[in-house]
């Protein structure tokens, strides 16, 4: 069983910057694929930005310059450091990391999200 646990999300001015932190916690093999979605009220999960054990990143056109995914595999923790804030980035920041369980089976979890608000 994994927990994530998410920080750094807050309030900002438009052009501003934000670091969020998911630290993978529990009993698991490995942690693989990790990335960052955001929902805004009224609107559908989307992707934010994903990072391989190895390191591949992979971003969407909205944040590609913008943000920067990245992981320290050591501590099992993504990391998404925001710059240049707009106010359409505002959303709850949700973690998810895929995991190799002990029984060897690789499954997925969601943290609990945190809160990011770019006013103008």
């Known amino acids: 069983q994994v927990q994530l646990v998410e920080s750094g999300g807050g309030l900002v001015q438009a052009g501003g910057s934000l670091r969020l932190s998911c630290a993978a916690s529990?009993?698991?093999?490995?942690?693989?694929?990790m990335g960052w979605y955001r929902q805004a009220p009224g609107k559908q999960r989307e992707l934010v930005a994903t990072?391989?054990?190895?390191?591949?990143?992979n971003y969407p056109d909205s944040v590609k310059g913008r943000f920067t995914i990245s992981r320290d595999n050591a501590e099992n923790t993504v990391y998404l450091e925001m710059n240049n804030l707009k106010p359409e980035d505002t959303a709850v920041y949700y973690c998810?990391?895929?995991?190799?369980?002990?029984?060897?089976?690789?499954?997925?979890?969601w943290g609990q999200g945190t809160q990011v608000t770019v006013s103008s």
């Open positions: 998810r990391a895929y995991y190799i369980s002990t029984y060897y089976t690789e499954s997925y979890y």
């Open positions: 529990g009993r698991f093999v490995s942690i693989n694929d």
């Open positions: 990072i391989t054990r190895g390191g591949n990143t």
